[in-house]
Every structure is written in structure tokens, then in C-alpha cells.
């Protein structure tokens, strides 16, 4: 039975990171290993954490990475000591009991099979489909969109990081995370990556995940439009033939759904994500 290392990133949410350890001790696939990441949480997590769960190692980062650096501490850790496969899971979800045996199902019908996902559920509207596993990038408006309902394999141009299972050979050959998002895209960019690298991306229909989305920053918050943003146009620099049209396109339908709101605030995190020099 292939062994599976379960990658929790925990920040500032100790609460839900619990909620979702407590489902994923009900899992009915055996060979598995839980670790959680704290990015530098400010609060008592890591000693919440430990409190519950004192079996459950936990690496401590000296400082917040982001999302995609701080899971890649945790993944080379996984690939070191010879996992067969990385599971990579909100701290924000609730998972099916059998949500890990339906990826690995899945992932070993077809080696050929680089990244699996799982079918996503509003947590609060259990039966809504959040995403079926992931979705496709708009080269020209600059968005993304997740899938709502089966897609064949050339429509599912990513897969959501919220539940992703990742098989070693394929991590091996395009890398990790480009450490250089910091937040938002960099799973859409893993995703592009694996698809150029001849690897297929496909979805557990079986594996069940229930999502809060959004539960470390908020939806609307500042600090999301900035990041999201910044990596927007990163993401579309990095990927798209002609990268002006995406990157004018998405940015200004921003802007005009802040300006409808009269989000002043919102407006400027926006231009300060789309104008940092990191995104250059």
C-alpha cells in the first residue's frame, strides 16, 4: 500500500487545523503520516495543536512563507523520507472518511497520473459543489474558474490546492511550488507545470471535502485583493503568449467591480499587488 504524507499549513487558525485532524483520524486508508506546518501564527496554535494532538508532529517555520513555501518545508521533509504520494489539505476543510483512499485509487489507475483532486463542498451548504477538483485558466480575460461538474482532461487546466494529492515522480521532475507566489495562483502554476511536463491532472469523484474557503484573510479583505493580485499578474507573466491583454483585462474587471462597491481601500492593495516589483 503506497504511503501518503497528509500536509497540513496552519496560520492563525488552530481551530479549524484541529477541526480537520479530528476527520482526518477517521480516514479508512492505513498508510498515511500527518504533519503540520505553522507559519509563524502569532497566537497559541502551535500549542493548541500540540495540546490536542500531541502525536502529530509539527514544523514550526520562523517566519510566515506563504502558502506554497511553507507546504514545500514540509514536502521536501515527505520526499526525503520516500512518501509515495503528498496530500496537501486546508486547514479550512473537513474531510470524508474516504476522501484519501478515492485519490490514491485514482492516482494508481494511471501512473501516468501526476495530480489528483478532490470534488469540494461549501462547508456551510454541505450539497454545493465548490469546485470539482479544480479548473481552467481564460488566457485573455485573465482568470481563473473552478469547474463545477466533470470536465474532461484538456478542460482541467489546474487543480485546486485546497485537496490535492501529488505523486513523488511527478514533484521530482517539475519541482515544487514556485516559492515566488506568495499567496493565491501558485497551484494553477503547479498545475501548468505538470501539464507541460507531460504529466495528467485528473479528479477523485469519490473523495468528498468539505471547505470553508477564504478562512485565513476573509474574501474581501485587503490583503487578499493585494495578494491575489501581485500573483495574477505573476502567474500571467510567467505563462501567457501575450501577457499585456490577461493582466490589463483581469486587473481592470477588479478595479471596476472595487469601484461599484466604492471600495477605496480596495482599490489601492489592488494597484499596490499589480505594480510590486516582484511581480517583474
Known sequence: MKKVAIIILNWLGWRDTIECL???KKLDY????????????????????????????IIVNKRNLGFGS???VAIRQALQ?????????????IADPRALTAL????ES???IGAIGSVLYYMDEPDRVQAW???????????SRHHLAPATEPQLHYLTAASLLLRREALKQVGLFDEKFFLYWEDVDLGCRLRNGGWKLAVAEGSRVWHKESASLGER????????NTSAVRFFRKHARFPAFPIAFGVGAHMVKLLLRADWNGIRYLLKGAMRKETL
Open 133 to 143: 477538483g479544480g479548473g481552467y485558466v481564460n488566457y485573455w480575460r485573465g482568470e
Open 110 to 112: 494511471d501512473l501516468g
Open 30 to 57: 492505513p498508510n498515511y503520516r500527518l504533519v503540520v506546518v505553522d507559519n509563524a501564527s502569532s497566537d497559541d496554535s502551535v500549542a493548541q495543536i500540540q495540546s490536542a494532538y500531541p502525536d502529530i508532529p
Open 221 to 228: 479583505s485587503s490583503l487578499t485583493t493585494e495578494y491575489f
Open 81 to 93: 523520507d520516500g512518501t509515495d504520494f503528498v496530500w496537501l489539505l486546508n486547514n479550512d476543510t
Open 104 to 107: 490514491v485509487e485514482k492516482a
Open 70 to 72: 511553507g507546504c514545500n
Open 22 to 24: 479530528s476527520s482526518l
